[in-house]
């Protein structure tokens, strides 16, 4: 198998994130952390997890409609095993979302009862929703608060940044700018970002990182991959062979014959980006993925 590359990526300060992350965490009960479902572990930031974890938190798996469904009912399990109640929820579409506020209730259900005890009857919960980067924060937020007007306003030490919506009768969510990855201690980390397109395309080696992607695929999903490009045999092949391959069944070819693997490579991506694949997890429970303090 090919190495993987060495992808850094620094689209911001973290140091100010941070900060921020820990001055907000006193304003609200909970936290809720999204996280891409067919990438669960790669997709958290494990300063993030170091941030909030005296906080009581629910994970939002997005983009559920994209993973492999019985390896996503595997990690709801691993994660409700270590008392923290997973979701499985499509941004997009919307899959999954009216479960959110029910099961933030369920979690802060012994606060609540404390709260009702002090005559404090109906008072907001208030969330913070975290995330790296393009992992569906917004998506989320606004597919929340699009019935309800957003509360927009300055509270005492948020900063401006910070954004309040209201989502639902005495809910309310904190915006919170994408907390930056350090660098990526573990080659395979930066890779799989790469892959779903957490990492801009721009900074990286396509046709590297589209011939990486077919590897792992010819290991995990091999059936998936021979339906979707009619290929045969590809047990043994090296990605730039089968993205070869790939370009010349899908008639990808340029002047004199040869084989546009440039041009393959960002088609391999974009379907594999789009499902049209399959639905793909490439992270299972398990794995020695880096899972210690999750």
């Known amino acids: 198998m090919s190495e993987a590359q060495?992808?850094?990526?620094?689209?911001?300060?973290?140091?100010?994130?941070?900060?921020?992350?820990?001055?907000?965490?006193?304003?609200?009960?909970?936290?809720?952390?999204?996280?891409?479902?067919?990438?669960?572990?790669?997709?958290?930031?494990?300063?993030?997890?170091?941030?909030?974890?005296?906080?009581?938190?629910?994970?939002?798996?997005?983009?559920?409609?994209?993973?492999?469904?019985?390896?996503?009912?595997?990690?709801?399990?691993?994660?409700?095993?270590?008392?923290?109640?997973?979701?499985?929820?499509?941004?997009?579409?919307?899959?999954?979302?009216?479960?959110?506020?029910?099961?933030?209730?369920?979690?802060?259900?012994?606060?609540?009862?404390?709260?009702?005890?002090?005559?404090?009857?109906?008072?907001?919960?208030?969330?913070?929703?975290?995330?790296?980067?393009?992992?569906?924060?917004?998506?989320?937020?606004?597919?929340?608060?699009?019935?309800?007007?957003?509360?927009?306003?300055?509270?005492?030490?948020?900063?401006?940044?910070?954004?309040?919506?209201?989502?639902?009768?005495?809910?309310?969510?904190?915006?919170t700018p994408g907390v930056l990855w350090p660098k990526f201690d573990d080659k395979n980390v930066g890779e799989r970002l790469a892959f779903t397109g957490a990492v801009k395309d721009e900074v990286v080696d396509t046709e590297g990182l589209a011939a990486r992607l077919l590897e792992v695929l010819r290991d995990r999903y091999p059936a998936a991959l021979r339906q979707r490009y009619k290929l045969e045999e590809i047990e043994g092949l090296k990605g730039y062979e089968l993205l070869e391959m790939i370009g010349k069944k899908r008639g990808m070819l340029i002047s004199g014959g040869e084989i546009d693997t440039e041009r393959a490579s960002i088609m391999v991506l974009d379907e594999f980006r789009g499902a049209k694949i399959g639905r793909i997890t490439l992270e299972q429970v398990g794995e020695s993925n880096g899972l210690a303090g999750l």
């Not at 941030?51 to 629910?58: A, F, M, T, W």
């Not at 109640?85 to 499509?90: C, E, M, Q, R, V």
Request: aromatic share 6%; net charge positive.
């Open 6 to 175: 060495s992808i850094q990526w620094f689209p911001g300060h973290m140091t100010k994130t941070k900060r921020q992350i820990e001055k907000s965490l006193r304003l609200v009960d909970a936290a809720a952390e999204i996280i891409d479902a067919r990438i669960p572990v790669s997709s958290r930031n494990p300063i993030l997890n170091n941030l909030i974890q005296n906080k009581p938190r629910v994970i939002l798996m997005n983009k559920c409609d994209m993973a492999d469904p019985v390896q996503t009912a595997r990690w709801v399990e691993f994660y409700r095993s270590r008392g923290i109640p997973a979701l499985p929820i499509d941004c997009k579409t919307g899959k999954n979302l009216n479960g959110f506020i029910p099961l933030v209730r369920n979690v802060l259900s012994e606060q609540i009862a404390r709260w009702e005890s002090k005559g404090m009857v109906g008072r907001p919960i208030r969330v913070m929703v975290v995330g790296i980067p393009n992992v569906g924060k917004s998506s989320l937020i606004n597919r929340l608060s699009k019935n309800s007007k957003a509360n927009v306003e300055d509270r005492p030490g948020v900063t401006r940044s910070n954004q309040w919506f209201t989502i639902g009768k005495g809910f309310e969510l904190l915006d």
